[in-house]
Nanobody
């Protein structure tokens, strides 16, 4: 059973930065693509970013492109989300998840973390 544990969330002022981490258990981390999603209160969960197994391919939601960067360290079984120029509308619970390939579609992800809260104040 794979476990994904997010960390790094918190309260930040608009324009600030945060780096989220997602640590995965097990020995198969490098065999899977990883993604970040978020869910704001009263809204559906939405795609944020995804990265391929070796990190060679990334994809971002238009709303975060140019501000967020996804990366991974397969030696540490960890995927990161660097978030810069944060806006109040980025406030949400952020989840990492595992998939067989880099995709925007949440049904294609089989394991999910419990999430970490990000709050951006104006």
């Amino acid at each position: 059973q794979v476990q994904l544990v997010e960390s790094g969330g918190g309260l930040v002022q608009a324009g600030g930065s945060l780096r989220l981490s997602c640590a995965a258990s097990g020995r198969t981390f490098s065999m899977y693509a990883m993604g970040w999603f978020r869910q704001a209160p009263g809204k559906e969960r939405e795609f944020v970013a995804t990265i391929s197994r070796n990190g060679g391919r990334t994809d971002y939601a238009d709303s975060v492109k140019g501000r967020f960067a996804i990366s991974r360290d397969n030696a540490k079984n960890t995927v990161y989300l660097q978030m810069n120029s944060l806006k109040p509308e980025d406030t949400a619970v952020y989840y990492c998840a595992r998939s067989s390939y880099a995709t925007r579609e949440s049904p294609d992800y089989d394991f999910w973390g419990r999430g970490t809260q990000v709050t951006v104040s104006s």
